[in-house]
């Protein structure tokens, strides 16, 4: 767990400064019109579109933006893109889950293996790092939505299973298919949350030397910079002087 926390507070960092924006808006408003696609275009009656929304309006996508979207789904003319998800080995053998939105599979395929190969790791079968994750519901409140103590109880009664609290915020765990409910109880408490979508956690983090931990760090970049690449989810954990060369 603190791997992936130092990890994604880096590329957070990070992606704010370096990221082109419209590449961003890009990646999420696929994800929107895909998630409306698959079922009801009402957020409220379609757990996956709400989350796909609250990832976009958290980096401040334009609500014009969301309902273009939303009707590009319902107007039959959106792309038909195929879900995958690959998994690999880092440098260190650290563990890595891509999920990408594709519609050339080989192409997506060819570019994700030739990024592991540069960076010195390699792709695997389906299935060979899943084992090592937890794929859960995570729902993310800003750190002054509440004290510990209070998201702990608010979020146990919601029906979530864990709390990790921190100066950065408060992340909640449940079960994959209580996402909607505890997201929607929390809400009502809290206000709208930072955060609400299916995310694979590590069950335990590799603690790998400062070369691997740069490679790697690069390797999540060079995989998200990718147009086809969704989300990325990793277990390594990296040293306090690479993460203030990489995240400062």
Known sequence: MAGHSQFKNIMHKKGRADAVRSKLFSKLAREITVAAKMGLPDPNMNPRLR?????????????????????KAQGGDAESYEEIRYEGYGPGGAAIIIEAMTDNRNRTASDVRSYFTKFGGNL????????????????EFDAKAADADTMLEAAIDAGAEDVVSDH????IYCEPG?????????????GEPRKSALVWKPQNTVPVDDDAGEKLLRLMETLEDHDDVQNVFVNFEVSDAVMAKLGG
């Open 51 to 71: 989350a796909a929304i609250l990832a976009a309006r958290a980096e401040n996508m334009p609500k014009d933006n969301i309902e273009r979207a939303i009707k």
């Open 168 to 171: 950065t915020g408060h992340l």
């Open 178 to 190: 209580r996402l909607g409910e505890v997201t929607r109880t929390l809400e009502g408490r809290f």
């Open 124 to 139: 695997a079968e389906t299935g060979a790092v899943a084992f090592m994750f937890a794929h859960v519901g995570a729902v």
